[in-house]
């Protein structure tokens, strides 16, 4: 089997190089570049006018592979990433058919991955009505914690990450079937969920919350659930 030759890194957030997506991204870059794969990271966010957005168009078309790596906005996919999405489904019904792939990568602050499961589920969708071979999604879930740093600087918390992307990436390298433990491995924290939690609540309190709320009687309610089922008679 013939090995991929090319593969376009789409990021899709707004905040650009400043972003946990352009360190993923980055990462998938580098892991593709040591296999001979031709690679072209774009960000989204640079092509806002018509006369850019064509140019983005064409380059997608013109790709193998296609990954989106986006944040997770309001449980879905961020608008600039949207707006692709659809000039892209029209821009391919203009085109001969063409053998290509999609996959996505996207990253939410919660520490649960599965909140990300709604806009994977949007990108396989459209992987679909674009004629793309659908090849998988990673839902990432502590995005903040590779914020700052590159992916091989992001230590522990970033583990089973880069574990899973190295297969993934090997895999489609090589134009073979993406493993399912790989994507299992690359969307699961590498801390237990309830350190994880812990860490939050704690931080959160000490940090942020307790700046900004100075009455006591309202840090009492800070973890209120009023509407909670268990809490309806």
């Known amino acids: 089997m013939s090995k991929l030759r090319n593969a376009l890194i789409l990021v899709g957030s707004p905040k650009g190089k400043k972003s946990a997506s352009n360190n993923i991204a980055s990462y998938i870059e580098d892991g593709f570049n040591k296999n001979e794969v031709q690679t072209e990271k774009v960000f989204v966010a640079r092509y806002k006018k018509p006369d850019k957005l ?21 449980d879905s996919i961020p608008a600039l990433t949207i707006r692709f999405m659809e000039e892209f489904s029209n821009y391919k019904k203009s085109l001969p058919k063409t053998q290509q792939k999609l996959m996505a990568v996207f990253n939410c602050g919660f520490p649960e991955s599965y909140q990300n499961d709604v806009a994977i589920k949007i990108c396989e969708n459209f992987a679909s009505q674009t004629d793309m071979e659908w090849m ?26 880069r574990e899973g992307l190295d297969t993934i990436i ?11 433990e790989a994507i299992a491995t690359a969307s ?6 309830f350190l994880v939690k812990f ?3 704690h931080l959160s309190k000490s940090l942020y919350w307790k700046r ?6 309202i840090i009492k309610k800070m973890y209120d659930r009023p509407y909670d089922v268990d809490n309806v008679e």
Do not use: C, H, Q, W
């Not at 090997?170 to 399912?180: A, E």
């Open 170 to 180: 090997d895999s489609l390298s090589n134009n073979d079937t993406v493993p399912p």
């Open 188 to 193: 699961k924290l590498s801390l237990p969920l």
């Open 136 to 161: 998988g999604g990673i839902a990432v879930g502590m995005g903040p914690s590779v914020e700052n740093k590159s992916l091989k600087d992001a230590g522990m918390p970033a583990k089973n990450l």
């Open 54 to 74: 064509k140019e983005l168009l064409k380059k997608a078309s013109e790709s193998e592979l296609i990954v989106i790596v986006a944040p997770l906005y309001f």
């Open 212 to 217: 900004r709320v100075k009455d006591k009687e």
């Open 199 to 201: 860490g939050y609540a």
